[in-house]
């Protein structure tokens, strides 16, 4: 049961699409006739067959050995889902889809330079074999984790895949993190193999991503036995290999047309780790088991993205994050459906790339982030104006909340005017998308992203853990198991249970770290994070991760870092009595950050103050700086211990 309508029941009309709100926006009738979730019955149908009812989800995978159970719950907050099933990703994602579709592309690839490459199913399945034999030939086996450090290149999936072939569980770093970054992730993970690449363009310049790759070697505390590199650059950059490492093309041709049977898991088995940030200062390593999270995610990019085998399919997300690895690999190639797979910058060389691709690809279904709109809208409608996107079948988002304003904007130039636009709400930890509207059956709200889905039991609460009334801020919580929920932290089960999960009366209860709403017809708006997570540019940090690298440059006594609106990021900075907060200064910090993070964490500002405001407890008013940065009004600050500093932020901020 859950809080989002009356009685924990879904309000009258919810189901026949009449919701009425005045900002309600019907789908087009001609969407809905043919969306593959068009019966407003599956809602009923979760709640009246409780978990037992994400066998439909499996029923989307071909199994080795079909799960009599779906769930077991009897170790909460551990729950195992479809625990006797057994099944190999990536024979899900590739092998099953040759008899209808070998010839079918899988993946189109463009790169920075206008190089264009593609694959299809049949191509796929070579040279993941051919990857997963090579893998195999420098000692991985099954259970060890790959870590793959590379930038927007198929290398990147096919490593995915390879290694989900052989049962060896893939640790994706983003490609824009720090040498610092890797090193931490590779021992985090316990990671003896890496797959690199020599480097990538940045613009028109050739940057090396060996050496980063190098360097953290040195900075790490274990070994690595192996590292595959992929020969990005050519003639551009050549980076000499040692004896343990690798070129990927040579491994790939030495074992060309060679056949891997996929390795059989356990549906709990461990899929892939991914690091991400928490409430506190180190990113943690989330789990996400085989079964339930490819069921999960290959379901909602049915249900949700509308997706089917015959669309061309673009997830603009970068696989280092999850958005990628759930809705850039696993669910379109799970449904075998041809992906759009794109390297460059939205920008280059013109503002109308995106546009361009989508008209060239005739691409029916595009997922991106509110970031990349409020870019698109900054650049001006003349770009997407200028292409024929009438290919257009159905539009998303996931990352932010979406404002109303830059909704209507994308539905307007990019969606035709009449495109569904969905407004996912997911997390890395949730694995898939768990709550936005069904297109095909209910009308959206712009800036809401909507009810939770069929089988997810969301919550809004309040400090008890009781539902907040409609349009009361709250928390929001999921009070029961779902398939794509990650299987743990790989910092063990005591930190996956404090981090994640409230016993509560009635049962555990998972903590999103996410403030919300509800209103009455059951739709949630997001109001943000509530713990110390902040969401910029498309990427997850942690305040006190970012903060302890500012502090480390020297003459800084003391951060607070905050997201505003557009996207940036902005240190409050204090120094030593004795030092000038200069440019030098400014440029330190960057560095620092660039350094420990990633040129991804670099802050578009930084702003000296001679205090940060502080509760009497002496807790950073993180959310007076938001608002600051924001140049938003603010309330009350007499609650502050140093309310007289408030003023001179604000004049700092305003002089920036
Ligand atoms: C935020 C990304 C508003 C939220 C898939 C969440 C959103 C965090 C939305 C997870 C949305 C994600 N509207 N906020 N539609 N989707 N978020 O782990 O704060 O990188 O907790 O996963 O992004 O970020 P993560």
């Not at 889809?97 to 199913?121: C, M, P, V």
């Not at 034999?133 to 590379?150: N, Q």
């Not at 999921?478 to 999960?501: K, N």
Request: aromatic share 8%; hydrophobic share 40%.
């Amino acid at each position: 049961m859950n809080n989002l309508g009356a009685d924990g029941r879904w309000p009258d009309g919810f189901a026949d699409g009449s919701v009425d709100g005045d900002d309600a926006v019907a789908p087009p009738t001609a969407f809905r006739d043919r969306a593959v979730a068009s019966d407003a019955g599956i809602y009923e149908a979760f709640a009246t067959e409780g978990p037992d009812a994400w066998r439909r989800a499996a029923d989307l995978l071909d199994w080795e050995r079909p799960p009599e159970t779906v769930l077991d719950d009897g170790d909460p907050p551990f729950y195992e889902w479809f625990p006797d099933g057994r099944l190999n990703a990536s024979a899900n994602c590739v092998d099953r889809h040759l008899d209808d579709r070998r010839n079918q592309l899988a993946i189109r690839w463009f790169g920075k330079r206008g190089e264009r490459r593609s694959y299809t199913y049949l191509d796929l399945h070579r040279e993941v074999n051919a990857l997963a034999a090579g893998l195999r030939e420098r000692g991985v086996e099954e259970g060890d984790v790959v870590t793959l450090y590379l930038p927007m290149i198929p290398e990147l999936s096919i490593a995915m895949l390879a290694c989900a072939r052989i049962g060896a569980p893939h640790n994706v770093v983003f490609a824009g993190l720090s040498a610092e970054a890797l090193a931490t992730r590779l021992d985090a993970a316990d990671s003896a193999y890496l797959i690199t690449c020599d480097g990538y363009y940045r613009r028109e310049d050739a940057f090396n991503q060996k050496s980063k790759a190098d360097n953290a070697r040195l900075r790490m505390d274990g070994d690595l036995d192996a590292t595959v590199v992929v020969d990005r650059l050519g003639d551009a950059l050549d980076v000499p290999l040692g004896d343990d490492e690798h070129e990927y093309a040579a491994l790939v041709d030495a074992h060309d047309g060679e056949v891997v049977e996929p390795v059989a898991r356990d549906a709990t088995d461990l899929l892939f780790v991914m690091y991400t940030s928490g409430t506190t200062g180190r990113p943690k390593g989330v789990e996400h088991a085989t079964g339930g999270y490819l069921a999960h995610v290959a379901w909602t990019t049915r249900n949700v993205l509308d997706v089917r085998p015959d669309d061309t399919y673009w997830c603009a997300a970068d696989i280092g994050w999850i958005t990628g690895h759930s809705y850039g690999v696993y669910g379109p190639l799970s449904l075998g459906t041809t992906t759009v797979l794109y390297e460059g910058s939205p920008d280059y060389p013109d503002r109308d790339r995106v546009w361009d691709l989508i008209e060239r690809n005739a691409v029916s279904v595009f997922y991106t982030s509110p970031t990349a709109i409020r870019s698109f809208m900054k650049w001006g409608a003349e770009y997407p104006d200028a292409h024929d996107l009438s290919s257009i079948r159905l539009l998303g988002t996931v990352g932010e909340s979406i404002t109303p304003k830059a909704w209507r904007w994308y539905r307007e130039h990019v969606g035709g005017g009449d495109a569904p636009i969905v407004d996912t709400w997911w997390q890395t930890e949730t694995g898939a998308i768990a709550l936005a509207t069904l297109p095909g059956i209910a009308p959206m709200k712009p800036g809401k992203v909507g009810p939770p889905l069929p089988g997810i039991d969301a919550r809004v609460v309040d400090e008890d853990g009781e539902p907040v009334a409609p349009g009361e801020p709250g928390y929001l919580t999921i009070g029961s198991p779902w398939p794509g929920m990650l299987r743990g932290l790989r910092e063990g089960d005591e930190r996956y249970r404090r981090e994640y999960w409230v016993e509560a009366d009635d049962g555990w209860r998972y903590r999103t770290g996410d403030g919300a709403t509800v209103d009455e017809d059951g739709y949630v708006t997001i109001l943000g994070r509530v713990d110390d997570v902040i969401n910029v540019r498309a990427h997850r940090f942690n305040t006190a991760e970012l903060e302890s690298a500012i502090v480390g440059a020297d003459g800084v006594t003391e951060a607070a870092v905050v997201g505003d609106d557009d996207g940036q990021i902005v240190a409050y900075v204090t120094t030593r009595g004795d030092v000038d907060p200069d440019g030098t200064l400014r440029a330190a910090i960057a560095e620092r950050l660039a350094e420990s993070v990633g040129d991804v964490a670099r802050p578009d500002r930084v702003v000296f103050t001679p205090e940060l405001p502080k509760t009497r407890s002496g807790k950073i008013m993180r959310r007076l700086l938001e608002d600051i940065a924001r140049g938003e009004e603010f309330g009350d600050v007499s609650a502050l211990r140093n309310p007289e500093v408030v003023g001179e932020i604000e004049s700092a901020v305003r002089s920036e």
